[in-house]
């Protein structure tokens, strides 16, 4: 008869500890999950960073200064501008300076600048972006 007390008391004890061990797994999983998705998040954040620096770095080196041979506007409408056979992409003037952008103006641009100057074909108006 002690015996069995004895072994039911291991059992109970066996089964809690298989509880326990099982809850304190699914919390280790629902915390690795958690580390998973906030390192994935951080990831990304750092790509999404280094790209858009990577962008404005190559957008300031730019320097030209030429007649427009053509224009072509992306989705969000920033302006791709052939110059000279070369494409620049121009994605910080404002809405208003993109819309006023034509085949046969002159665009000028200097290094280190974020300042593009646009001089009308038709009329000579000097139109700076910002």
């Known amino acids: ?65 030429g007649t427009i041979d053509k224009v072509t506007y992306s989705d969000k409408k920033f302006p791709n501008v052939v110059i000279k056979g070369e494409t620049y992409f121009i994605s910080y003037p404002n809405e208003d300076f993109n819309d006023k952008i034509e085949v046969g103006d002159s665009l000028v641009k200097e290094k280190n600048s974020r300042i593009y100057q646009l001089i009308k074909f038709k009329t000579g108006e000097v139109i700076f972006s910002k």
Do not use: C, P, Q
């Open 1 to 65: 008869m002690a015996w069995n007390k004895h072994r039911n008391r291991l059992k109970y004890r066996g089964v809690w500890r298989s509880k326990l061990y099982l809850a304190g797994k699914l919390i280790n999983m629902e915390r690795r999950k958690l580390i998973k998705y906030l390192t994935i998040g951080a990831l990304f954040f750092i790509v999404s960073l280094f790209l858009y620096i990577r962008a404005d770095r190559i957008e300031i080196s730019y320097k030209f200064k």
